[in-house]
């Protein structure tokens, strides 16, 4: 609720009782606290205002409510399902996850287009340059094919390619000419459709 409030407390551990009686709560606040910021008054201002209006009742035990039931009972479902509170859905389950490829292939493009899809402002170089990396990857996994999700895969392959590419380049500071990247992506699509890849030998039959 105050969690900048709560930080120049300095006294952490009272109760809600002890900490209205006689406004204790305030006398508690290291007002000369070398942080002070506009954000510790705004929230002192907006917890004032909630304490104002707290009547406590001596004789009546406590009731805690869970505020993410409607029942007010506590459930696990409801505390996992909090965890994503705020998040946005994508289609990169489908996009990745799903579709085949070698599992450290998933496992590093997922990381790398997570934290592309962090990075204000990165947006694709090519076609219309308002959409979003999640929205232009998506949009060319939707393209019209015999196969969508052969199409996927290879989208996959071809990251994949160029992420090794990208490493040798920087790590061992060896460049291959692109005609080369593009023929090692097509051996490289023989070896998965091979490995089991039946969705992507249909798209490059």
């Not at 009686?21 to 510790?40: F, G, K, M, Q, R």
């Not at 204000?120 to 949009?139: C, I, M, N, T």
């Not at 939707?142 to 380049?169: H, Y």
Request: charged share 20%.
């Amino acid at each position: 609720m105050a969690p900048a409030v709560y930080n120049i407390s300095t006294r952490k551990n009272r109760n809600l009782r002890e900490a209205l009686e006689n406004n204790n709560w305030v006398c508690d606040l290291d007002l000369h606290n070398a942080h002070l910021s506009p954000t510790h008054f705004r929230e002192y201002c907006d917890l004032w205002h909630q304490v104002s209006q707290t009547r406590l009742h001596p004789d009546t035990p406590d009731d805690i409510t869970w505020k993410l039931t409607a029942d007010g009972i506590f459930k696990t479902k409801s505390a996992y399902e909090a965890q994503f509170i705020g998040s946005s859905s994508t289609s990169f389950e489908a996009l990745i996850w799903k579709s085949w490829a070698p599992p450290k292939c998933k496992v590093r493009i997922w990381a790398t287009i997570n934290t592309w899809a962090r990075i204000e402002g990165l947006r694709p170089s090519v076609g219309q340059p308002f959409l979003s990396l999640h929205d232009w990857w998506a949009k060319l996994a939707r393209v019209p094919s015999n196969d969508t999700r052969g199409l996927r895969s290879l989208i996959m392959l071809v990251i994949w390619e160029i992420w090794l590419e990208r490493n040798a380049r920087i790590f061992k500071h060896k460049e291959t000419p692109c005609p080369m990247v593009i023929s090692r992506i097509k051996d490289q699509a023989s070896c998965w459709m091979a490995a089991g890849a039946k969705h992507l030998t249909v798209l490059l039959a």
